[in-house]
């Protein structure tokens, strides 16, 4: 059927590109082997649907689609969830850059009746 | 002992002078950190004596500002930090109650509670069963101990000491609930004495929101998560 070919040939060109990513050093090899084992899940669906069927009725839901859909609903949730994180991170670097320069101008504005600050000790 | 209060301030050039100059009888110096306000929050700290004005280049949160500030702070030789917030509902003639106790070295780390006997002014009764609710969530999330009494507590010193070693990481509102976390998971001496916190229609009108409570979740759920 048409619709497996689009989808099989989709899922080689995301996979050699998951490769390709990996020779350029932009993923990991854990990373890589994670998502070429997600892209050939999907070709081994494509040409063999029953086996949604079979892993469906293992999990106790009723279609194989069904399944594929909660299974996309939750590998999503935990993608959006460590998006969230990894702005996070950028955030607290920003703060830190912030920081950082908000305190070195911290001598220049001293008041008059203040004492000189001999020297620093940070915690962070 | 050399006593440091800090003050984090956002847009808050009409209030800032009258609360920094209310709270200088009580310190040897102040820091105000203007958190990237837009307007002259700045300048209107820097024009005020015994107070060193800091500033965010661009907003970052009320967690942020204290930390900002305290590190300031222990630059400055500080032996007792203050936090206060600049928008008037603590009363900073309250701050040697929470000093003394450092002073006398009964504590490490004293909270300001408004559940301690001495009633809130002016505070709406949603805001009173979501802080009950705090202290529970607080309890079961984060492992606080239920006998805190004010699970969001912005009134609160610390010596030296325990400024060096709370290396608190949130940015916004979470902070309270962190610094509580921190300080009752260490081997701080830690306490609560009462103190009595206002609220007027501004304050409530800029302060936290009912619906604050659950970005203080999510915030909290994230930074389980984060590294830095």
């Given at each position: 059927m048409l619709i497996q070919i689009l989808l099989i040939l989709g899922f080689v060109l995301v996979f050699a590109i998951t490769w390709r990513r990996f020779g350029q050093n932009v993923i990991t090899f854990r990373e890589a082997s994670l998502w070429s084992f997600l892209w050939l899940s999907g070709v081994a669906f494509t040409l063999y649907p029953g086996l949604t069927e079979r892993l469906a009725s293992f999990f106790g839901v009723g279609r194989g689609v069904d399944l594929i859909l909660y299974l996309a609903v939750a590998i999503q949730f935990f993608l959006i969830f460590k998006l969230f994180i990894l702005n996070e991170q950028s955030e607290r670097k920003i703060t830190n850059l912030v920081e950082r320069e908000a305190l070195s101008h911290l001598n220049e504005?001293?008041?008059?009746s203040a004492n000189r600050p001999s020297n620093y000790e940070s915690n962070g | 002992m050399k006593i440091i209060g800090i003050i984090p301030a956002y847009n808050e050039e009409k209030r800032i002078r009258a609360t920094a100059e209310a709270c200088l009888p009580f310190v040897d110096e102040l820091i105000v950190i203007?958190?990237?306000?837009?307007?002259n929050t700045f300048m209107a700290a820097k024009s005020i004596p015994r107070v060193y004005a800091i500033r965010h280049t661009i907003n970052r949160g009320q967690g942020a500002a204290l930390r900002t500030g305290t590190h300031a702070a222990l630059h400055l030789t500080a032996d007792i930090i203050v936090h206060i917030d600049a928008d008037g509902q603590h009363d900073p003639s309250q701050i040697p109650d929470l000093t003394h106790v450092i002073k006398s070295n009964q504590a490490d780390v004293v909270f300001g509670s408004?559940?301690?006997?001495q009633e809130p002014k002016g505070m709406p009764l949603s805001r009173r069963a979501l802080l009950l609710a705090g202290r529970w969530f607080n309890t079961f999330?984060?492992?606080?101990?239920?006998?805190?009494?004010?699970?969001?507590?912005g009134f609160r010193a610390l010596n030296r000491k325990a400024a060096v070693q709370i290396?608190?990481?949130?940015?916004?509102?979470?902070h309270a609930s962190e610094i509580l976390k921190l300080v009752t998971r260490s081997k701080l001496r830690w306490m609560e004495v009462p103190v009595t916190v206002t609220y007027t229609a501004d304050s409530l009108n800029k302060g936290q929101k009912n619906t604050d409570a659950l970005k203080i979740a999510w915030q909290l759920l994230l930074g389980i998560f984060t590294k830095s």
């Open positions: 504005d001293e008041p008059a | 203007d958190d990237g306000s837009a307007d408004r559940f301690l006997g999330a984060q492992g606080i101990p239920k006998t805190i009494s004010d699970p969001q507590s290396n608190f990481k949130q940015d916004r509102m979470a």
